[in-house]
Nanobody, 120 residues
Framework: QVQLVESGGGLVQPGGSLRLSCTASGSISSIYAMGWYRQAPGKQRELVAVIIGGDTTKYADSMAGRFTISRDNAKNTVYLQMNSLKFEDTAVYYC??????????????WGQGTQVTVSS
C-alpha cells in the first residue's frame, strides 16, 4: 500500500501565499508523476498542476504564473507554492501520485485533502 500525506493548507488573505506539501510512503518502487487537484464546493475536481518524472510540469491555465509545483524525488515529496491567492482558489486540495508499486503494478493514489481558504 501507498499513503499520501498532505500538509500546509489553511486560511490566507487575498494576495497571500501558501505552500502545500505531500509525501508518499509505503510500497513504492518508483513514482511516475505527482500532482495537485482541487475541488471547490459544488464543483468538480480539477487539475491544478502535475510534475512528471523530475521536471516536466503542467499547469491549469488559471494557475500558471501564480502556482509553482516542485518535487523532491529523494523524499517522494511534491510541493505546491501558491502565490497571489484569490477568493476563487478556495477549495480542498488533493495530492495525487501515479506509482509503480513493489508488486510491479502501476497504481494511482489520492491523499485525504487539505483545505485552503482565501478570505479577508
Amino acid at each position: 500500500q501507498v499513503q499520501l500525506v498532505e500538509s500546509g493548507g489553511g486560511l490566507v488573505q487575498p494576495g497571500g501565499s501558501l505552500r502545500l506539501s505531500c509525501t508518499a510512503s509505503g510500497s513504492i518502487s518508483s513514482i511516475y508523476a505527482m500532482g495537485w487537484y482541487r475541488q471547490a464546493p459544488g464543483k468538480q475536481r480539477e487539475l491544478v498542476a502535475v510534475i512528471i518524472g523530475g521536471d516536466t510540469t503542467k499547469y491549469a491555465d488559471s494557475m500558471a504564473g501564480r502556482f509553482t509545483i516542485s518535487r523532491d524525488n529523494a523524499k517522494n515529496t511534491v510541493y505546491l507554492q501558491m502565490n497571489s491567492l484569490k477568493f476563487e482558489d478556495t477549495a480542498v486540495y488533493y495530492c495525487n501520485a501515479d506509482v509503480l508499486v513493489v508488486d510491479g503494478r502501476r497504481r494511482n493514489y489520492w491523499g485525504q485533502g487539505t483545505q485552503v481558504t482565501v478570505s479577508s
